[in-house]
């Protein structure tokens, strides 16, 4: 169990550029969360995969968002068209859902997008 | 819905003195609550969570919560602070069943003073 993983840890771009995020969960972890994390706030939720299934989506992930997750195992988190209200720490977390697990979240240590 | 409210931004300690950090909740089902920390650049670390067992959930580093369901509270509290207690301390809830999204409060950062 080498936790979760996400690349790059930081990320500098120029306004109007299409970034791309990376998510290693647990390997056997079925579920896949992204959140999102500005300065003084905790972090919102954005979008949950249970194994390659978008399940769900928030509000807050608008159309320039996009997020996958093939085969069920690493996941993607797109930002097109950056715009600087998108700098912040994106989080991506893992559990193991069902019957053979507690659900507890696991947390990478974020990718911090700066937008300029 | 589900919210969770952390009162005090900041709370200042000195290195050995009693910790209280406070976190309510409003939830329309029965809840699940959790206390992560957070050091500077880094993800969330669990601490503790309550699922419904124990009212008094024991975690790591010696933090300890309870669940009072009649004042909708779940305050962490650690009877003596380690300097390297500072950090962020965030609240989160979520529902007992089904989908699982964290609502996360906004946090309350822990300064320890020699």
């Known amino acids: 169990d080498t936790g979760v993983s996400q690349n790059p840890r930081h990320k500098i771009t120029k306004r109007g550029q299409n970034v791309t995020f990376r998510c290693d969960p647990i390997?056997?972890?079925?579920?896949l969360y992204w959140y999102r994390q500005t300065l003084g706030q905790g972090p919102e939720f954005l979008t949950y995969f249970q194994n390659e299934a978008q399940l769900e989506k928030s509000r807050l992930l608008s159309d320039r968002f996009s997020a996958e997750r093939p085969k069920g195992s690493f996941s993607t988190l797109e930002i097109q068209r950056t715009e600087q209200g998108d700098s912040a720490m994106y989080l991506c977390?893992?559990?193991?859902?069902?019957?053979?697990?507690?659900?507890?979240?696991?947390f990478g240590p974020g990718t911090r997008l700066t937008v300029t | 819905a589900q919210s969770v409210t952390q009162l005090g931004s900041h709370v200042s300690v000195s290195e050995g003195a009693l910790v209280l950090l406070r976190c309510n909740y409003s939830s329309s089902v029965p809840p699940y609550l959790f206390w992560y920390v957070q050091y500077p650049n880094q993800g969330l670390q669990l601490l503790l969570k309550y699922t419904s067992a124990a009212t008094l959930v024991k975690g790591i580093n010696g933090f300890e919560a309870e669940f009072k369901k009649s004042e909708t509270s779940f305050h962490l509290t650690k009877p003596s602070a380690h300097m390297s207690d500072a950090a962020e301390y965030f609240c989160?809830?979520?529902?007992?069943?089904?989908?699982?999204?964290?609502?996360f409060g906004t946090g309350t950062r822990l300064l320890v003073s020699p």
């Open positions: 390997s056997e972890h079925n579920r």
């Open positions: 977390a893992s559990s193991l859902g069902g019957a053979g697990g507690q659900g507890e979240q696991y």
């Open positions: 989160a809830v979520t529902k007992n069943t089904g989908f699982q999204k964290l609502v």
